[in-house]
């Protein structure tokens, strides 16, 4: 490159434009121009610092701490301005730097002009003016360094207040939800004690339940009440909807059933009647009660049986629950009674069958969520699969779980469980011990 070229280039530089020709043409001859890609560094942190440069074309990033985390860009030098200053400013304060304080990297494609830096420290002793310039110039770069530091550090703190607040709010909201998972835990212990602790042991006969929630608490509920005069209530139930809603209304509506059966008991045999008590008058009573309070678009459905065991006499009636399967070796059939779902509307009766059980039988009472499981294709496990299931196992032995065992199976791996699920077994039979 010609010597008038390179002048050409260096008077581009305001730092330089008022230097007289004699130093400007002496610096031309000590001066080095270099090119660099776009990208690349022209040096990096902890570099000798050797030279001060000007940039006659292009951008340069300054970086502190580049390819960290902690990595930072304090400035952008455009063309006419100069690089390296930082170790003139340290040198003139009576410090000997050796190496970079920061990296500089080519943003665009850059040509720049380079001084060895003990030629340029000689020039600023003869130019007491250019030297001036150079400080200001260092100045000012201190200056918007510390600047861009802290904003960057107050940036880096608001993130961090903003981390702080959000971690806290996590944890609040982790401690929440432990609490709430303690109460629903607690919840289930408690709705299990409510349950019957063990089979009612009643000769000739063998009762089994499940009773399988579909999430921590349940709507369904089964129970066993002693009448008195040798006679059992067999009750299954089941409120719309679940979880903890649908958990408080079947706790309310099982105190309401016991209270009412109990009431109903001692009015039947006070009275002396040979009769088997009624069903349906209980669940009159219980609809008349549970109307009163029962949060809106909520019900309950309910299967009460009333046994006299040692004569096989049986009195049921339904308010709007599933029917009920009898299973014999004569007959398999769905015992009906017809009646309104509790709490939907006051003033119900509710129609009653009266039977007597086959010597040998088995009576299965289920809820919903069993008949109406789905499979992944959308096809219901339905009533008629569960008379077939029933049929197949002939006068061997029901086991509930192996029947929860098939509607898994039927619902697909992985699949929620849609509904709570709760099924009681009563059979009758001359087997041994019964």
């Known amino acids: 490159m010609s010597d008038p070229l390179l002048m050409s280039l260096l008077q581009s530089v305001p730092l330089f434009a008022e230097l007289p020709q004699d130093e400007l043409s002496g610096l031309a001859e000590i001066a080095q121009v270099c090119a660099h890609p776009a990208g690349s560094l022209l040096f990096g942190e902890g570099d000798p610092s050797g030279y001060l440069a000007a940039v006659v074309s292009g951008e340069v990033e300054i970086i502190k701490s580049l390819g960290t985390p902690a990595e930072q860009i304090l400035a ?95 944890q ?50 089964y129970d066993f009440i002693a009448l008195g005069g040798e006679q059992w209530a067999i009750v299954i139930g089941d409120v719309t909807d679940k979880g903890v809603p649908a958990s408080l209304v079947m706790t309310a509506t099982r105190s309401l059933i016991r209270a009412s059966a109990a009431a109903e008991a001692r009015r039947s045999l006070t009275a002396g009647s040979v009769n088997l008590v009624s069903p349906g008058a209980i669940l009159a009573q219980v609809n008349e009660l549970l109307y009163i309070d029962i949060p809106m678009h909520m019900f309950v459905t309910c299967l009460f ?85 029933v049929q197949a196992r002939g006068s061997s032995d029901l086991n509930l779980q192996e029947l929860l065992g098939q509607v898994a199976v039927f619902a697909g791996p992985g699949q929620e469980q849609e509904d709570d699920m709760t099924l009681v077994l009563l059979e009758r039979g001359a087997r041994p011990g019964w």
């Open 76 to 170: 952008v030098i455009g063309s006419g301005e100069v690089l390296g200053e930082m170790s003139i400013a340290a040198q003139a304060g009576g410090y000997q730097p050796t190496t970079r304080s920061a990296s500089a990297r080519a943003r665009q494609p850059v040509h720049c002009v380079q001084f060895p830096l003990q030629a340029f420290e000689d020039l600023l002793a003869r130019q007491p003016a250019l030297a001036m310039r150079v400080m200001k110039l260092v100045v000012e770069r201190t200056r918007l360094s510390e600047a861009a530091s802290v904003a960057t550090l107050t940036e880096k703190n608001r993130r961090l207040e903003q981390a702080l607040t959000e971690l806290k709010a996590s």
């Open 305 to 389: 049986i009333v046994l006299h065991p040692p004569s096989g006499r049986l009195r049921l009636a339904n308010a709007g629950h599933c029917l009920p399967l009898l299973s014999s070796a004569q007959d398999f059939s769905e015992l009906v009674a017809r009646g309104m779902p509790l709490g939907l509307m006051p003033g119900r009766s509710y129609e009653e069958l009266q039977i007597e059980l086959p010597a040998s039988c088995r009576l299965l009472l289920y809820s919903d969520g069993l008949s109406e499981a789905h499979s992944l294709q959308d096809e219901m496990f339905g009533v008629p699969r569960l008379r077939s299931w």
């Open 172 to 221: 609040a909201q982790l401690i929440d939800q432990e609490k709430m998972q303690h109460e629903l835990r607690m919840a289930r212990r408690i709705q299990e004690s409510l349950l019957p602790e063990e089979m009612p042991t009643i000769p000739g006969y063998r009762l089994h339940a499940c009773w399988q929630p579909a999430r921590a608490v349940s709507g369904d509920f």
